[in-house]
């Protein structure tokens, strides 16, 4: 029998998406199985805007065997235990998107409607003071969680703030370590086969041709291969997601770094905060139809922390999805396969999934439709999910202060948002896998810091005498502030086992 593996797989770009690609692809395979080249063009730069991330990054790490305090100097980053949204279901009044779970699960029913039958009985505490993580966050205190499930610390989990393109520099050290070979070249024109209509080859600017079996579109918004040269098209999302620029700015760091990403509601967007050892990344997400780019340049710099480091830099997208993450032998990852605005931290999860399932059906030179048909479902259901999610925000509000949130209120959502919120209105139910992106808590978290009330509870929470649950909720609540109380601060626990060398 032939051998019939890849001899040679092509990644168009670096930055984060090619370098995450390359580094997954070089780790999973052994050395020597088939060449991995990359070509990024020096003109190009990359956009850097994702500096936050969400949990699942730490799976990936852990995967490439990386050292999770060496990787957090090297790329100067802090840790992250949720997001705080300020002024989203209306003025003046802010909530947090918590990492990590509520309270505790009681006699197998969901903790939440134990909350909210004791609240709806006889008041009492907020949610979030059953989250330890958004205690954690409020207080400035980190540590990391602990294995052990009867432990609180247990209850917690973090992702990170970093410097994008520290970041991509880092996994190229470890991609190129193992044998990936990176071409500063730029591509001039993209062959087909006339048969099958499979890329073929590259034409470089240096007169030189890259072969390849497996080609990896990292090229950002132009698609140079899934789109320019297959015409794969694109799904449109700017129905429901209809922001379509932002402008990005670092800024100096004032104090010691917050533990979340804080998103700021503005009148035709919303503004990222996010605090980096050495800087702030900061950016405002807005819609062209209700207000121009010079005021939305100024709502940016008006509301830094600190002096502006840079001037704002323009970037303008179309929220949506490639209709197919692989065509042919081409796959696309990154801003090149489809783009939902950085709201809840996803670009780099939505690159991480999309190499990581490569790996799950890695094909030989056969491509078999089955393995790529099974793949586009995969990727177009995690895009679907963090769509809905990211849409969820906008249209839960009761502001009408201005025309952009009228009509994000009022604009009808996909039938599989519509679906959630029905059923979480009636009796606080979330429908769902225990796989997906967004997991069972950080759809509570958003639904009610955004305003939807649910009807009623799970009966099965019913069970409990209510002074027993009284009880047992509070002393979770005692439980939670003791573990607070006992941990070091964000910046201690930088300072000791990870703080960035030589900051500016």
């Known amino acids: 029998m032939s051998d019939n593996r890849l001899r040679r797989i092509v990644i168009v770009g670096g930055g984060t998406a090619g370098w995450m690609a390359a580094t997954v692809i070089a780790k999973s395979l052994t050395p020597g199985y088939c060449e991995i080249d990359l070509v990024e063009s020096p003109e190009i730069g990359t956009v850097g805007v994702g500096e936050a991330t969400i949990p699942p990054l730490l799976a990936l790490n852990r995967q490439l065997g990386i050292d999770e305090d060496e990787f957090i100097r090297r790329t100067q980053a802090t840790f992250k235990l949720g997001i705080q949204f300020r002024n989203w279901g209306r003025l003046g009044h802010e909530y947090v998107h918590p990492f990590g779970i509520y309270g505790a699960d009681l006699e197998g029913v969901d903790f939440h409607h134990h909350w909210l039958r004791l609240r709806d009985a006889r008041g009492g505490h ?29 209850r917690m989990a973090y992702a990170f703030h970093f410097d994008a393109s520290l970041y991509g520099g880092f996994l190229r050290e470890i991609a190129m370590a193992r044998g990936v070979r990176r071409h500063e070249r730029k591509i001039v024109d993209v062959e087909l086969n006339s048969e099958t209509g499979f890329v073929e080859a590259l034409k470089l600017d240096d007169g030189s041709r890259m072969e390849g079996d497996l080609f990896i579109d990292c090229s950002g918004f132009r698609g140079l291969l899934i789109e320019q040269a297959l015409k794969t098209g694109y799904e449109d999302w700017s129905e429901w997601l209809p922001m379509d620029r932002a402008f990005a700015v670092p800024c100096e760091a004032v104090g010691a770094p917050t533990l979340y990403t804080r998103s700021t509601a503005h009148e035709a967007g919303w503004q990222w905060r996010i605090q980096l050892q050495h800087r702030t990344g900061n950016g405002h997400v807005f819609c062209s139809s209700f207000t121009n780019e010079d005021t939305a340049r100024e709502r940016l710099l008006q509301n830094l922390d ?29 801003l090149a396969s489809g783009f939902i605005e950085p709201l809840e931290s996803t670009s780099i999860h939505l690159v991480q999934t999309g190499v990581t399932t490569l790996m799950s059906f890695f094909p030989d030179r056969n491509f078999d439709q089955a393995d790529i048909d099974r793949y586009n479902q995969i990727i177009q259901e995690e895009y679907e999910h963090a769509r809905d999610f990211v849409i969820l925000h906008y249209h839960a509000t009761q502001r009408d202060d201005s025309a952009f949130w009228r009509h994000v209120a009022a604009m009808d959502i996909p039938d599989s948002l519509k679906a959630r919120v029905e059923l979480f209105r009636s009796r606080a139910r979330i429908s769902g896998k225990q796989e997906d992106l967004f997991a069972f808590t950080s759809w509570v978290a958003v639904m009610m810091g955004q305003g939807i009330t649910p009807t009623g509870h799970d009966p099965m929470a019913d069970q409990m005498p209510l002074d027993e649950l009284e009880m047992k909720l509070g002393r979770m609540r005692e439980v939670i502030g003791n573990a607070v109380q006992a941990m070091p601060t964000h910046q201690q626990f930088i300072d000791r086992f990870c703080k960035a060398p030589n900051l500016p």
């Open 306 to 334: 600190g002096k502006a480091l840079a001037e704002p830099r323009m970037l303008r997208f179309v929220t949506g999805r490639r209709k197919k993450a692989w065509n042919k032998n081409v796959i696309c990852l990154g």
């Open 126 to 154: 907020g949610l979030e003071d059953y989250s330890l993580t958004t205690a954690a966050m409020k207080a400035g205190k980190f540590i990391r969680p602990a294995t052990d499930p009867r432990n609180v610390l247990s």
